[in-house]
């Protein structure tokens, strides 16, 4: 019953994981491969935290 108010944990993670994604690839389109590589490696360690915390859940 109460779980329709329960919030879903990954929720704000996933969002700040596509704003990382869309921050690299537009340095990816400025030409700025070093940010984009690190911008991306930041998004993949938000997506390991995603899938982690899922894993858990289950």
């Not at 109460?2 to 990954?10: E, I, N, R």
């Not at 935290?49 to 894993?55: M, N």
């Amino acid at each position: 019953m109460f779980s329709l108010f329960k919030q879903d944990p990954t929720k704000k993670l996933r969002e700040k994981y596509n704003a990382k994604l869309e921050r690299a690839m537009q340095a990816q389109r400025n030409g700025d491969i070093s940010s984009y590589s690190f911008i991306h490696a930041e998004a993949e360690d938000i997506w390991r935290e995603i899938e982690r915390i899922e894993s858990s859940a289950k």
